[in-house]
């Protein structure tokens, strides 16, 4: 069963850090799979932050970029994102997803991913 779980959600102060993790199962993050990280706030819709793959590279928009950073461990099928320099418009539910569309700068499509995960909450409020 394909499966994906993330893991790293909290409460933290504006300025401060998490770090997000998405573990697959019962697939290989190989070549084709590109893994993307997405979040929610209440009443917005779902929107996409970042992307990676061995294929493509990494991607993501420009309201994150130089304070997040994802990394693929393909040993362990895990995907990391590092949150730093959070913002309270940062706030939501974050969920990893898998597909095989490319992953691109600036722009993730939530149409392009085949499998989610249920989602862990972040929370940036002092």
């Known amino acids: 069963q394909l499966q994906l779980v993330e893991s790293g959600g909290g409460l933290v102060q504006p300025g401060g850090s998490l770090r997000l993790s998405c573990a697959a199962s019962?697939?290989?993050?190989?070549?084709?799979?590109?893994v993307g990280w997405f979040r929610q706030a209440p009443g917005k819709e779902r929107e996409g932050v970042s992307c990676?793959?061995?294929?493509?590279?990494?991607g993501y928009i420009d309201s994150v970029k130089g304070r997040f950073t994802i990394s693929l461990d393909k040993g362990n099928d895990v995907v990391s994102l590092q949150m730093n320099s959070l913002k309270p418009e940062d706030t939501g539910v974050y969920y990893c997803?898998?597909?095989?569309?490319?992953?691109?700068?600036?722009?993730?499509?939530?149409?392009?991913?085949?499998?989610w995960g249920q989602g862990t909450q972040v929370t940036v409020s002092s």
């Open positions: 997803a898998a597909g095989f569309e490319e992953c691109y700068d600036d722009y993730l499509d939530k149409n392009d991913y085949d499998y």
């Open positions: 019962g697939f290989t993050l190989d070549y084709y799979y590109v």
């Open positions: 990676i793959s061995s294929r493509d590279g990494s």
